[in-house]
């Protein structure tokens, strides 16, 4: 399998456009999670999925953040408008399941500049 | 709620001296335990974890942790650290009644020099 795929892997575009970032999870896992990683803040999740259900949204930080999975091999997370301070990589993992002591598989992030 | 605590931000340390990377949790029901590391411009990824069974659990690249339940810790530890061991270093934990999902400490910048 070739892991958790991100894409793009750089991003830069100035203030107040539209970002879209995408990520293929591992095939046949049913749970997927959407990460921001600082230096400020440390590692947040942003939202999760289990079974292409959004169960919990609570760490995004505002309206201007978005996320999507519409099918079991596909999810966005879309920032309108962007803003300098979210700046940062974006990691996408995906699990098994939920719970079990099943661990998480991390893709290898999009690092986000908005200037 | 449950939480995870690293309580060094950054261990610098020099080649082939042991190091210990602590990490404590709060939770009073069973728990998942794990350990990511994360290298530079990378993600992370897992290094190791306790589920049930042995205290002691390892890693191939010569890691080990012990949950101490009594402590609520599961503390890194390596004998001899390389050049190469150069990276952040994760604590997290799954609650078994808490829908499961891992909870992440603030990490550790763990700095080996020659």
């Known amino acids: 399998d070739a892991g958790v795929i991100q894409s793009p892997r750089h991003e830069v575009t100035e203030m107040g456009q539209e970002v879209t970032l995408r990520c293929k999870p591992i095939?046949?896992?049913?749970?997927l999670f959407w990460y921001r990683q600082t230096m400020m803040r440390g590692l947040e999740l942003l939202i999760y999925?289990?079974?292409?259900?959004?169960?919990?949204d609570s760490g995004m930080p505002e309206d201007r953040f978005s996320a999507k999975m519409p099918n079991a091999s596909f999810s966005t997370l879309k920032i309108q408008p962007s803003e300098p301070r979210d700046s940062a990589v974006y990691f996408c993992?995906?699990?098994?399941?939920?719970?079990?002591?099943?661990?998480?598989?991390f893709g290898s992030g999009t690092r986000l500049t908005v200037v | 709620a449950q939480s995870v605590t690293q309580l060094d931000s950054q261990v610098p340390v020099f080649e082939e001296a042991p190091v210990e990377l602590r990490c404590n949790y709060s939770?009073?029901?069973?728990?998942?335990l794990f350990w990511y590391v994360q290298y530079p411009n990378q993600g992370l990824q897992l290094l190791l974890k306790y589920l049930s069974g042995s205290t002691l659990v390892e890693s191939i690249n010569g890691f080990e942790a012990e949950f101490n339940k009594s402590q609520t810790s599961f503390h890194l530890r390596k004998p001899s650290v390389h050049i190469s061991d150069t990276a952040e270093y994760f604590c997290a934990v799954s609650v078994n009644n808490q829908g499961g999902k891992l909870i992440f400490g603030q990490g550790t910048e763990l700095s080996v020099k020659p």
């Open positions: 095939s046949g896992h049913n749970s």
């Open positions: 999925f289990n079974n292409n259900v959004p169960i919990d």
């Open positions: 939770s009073s029901v069973s728990v998942y």
């Open positions: 993992a995906s699990s098994l399941a939920l719970g079990q002591g099943y661990g998480y598989t």
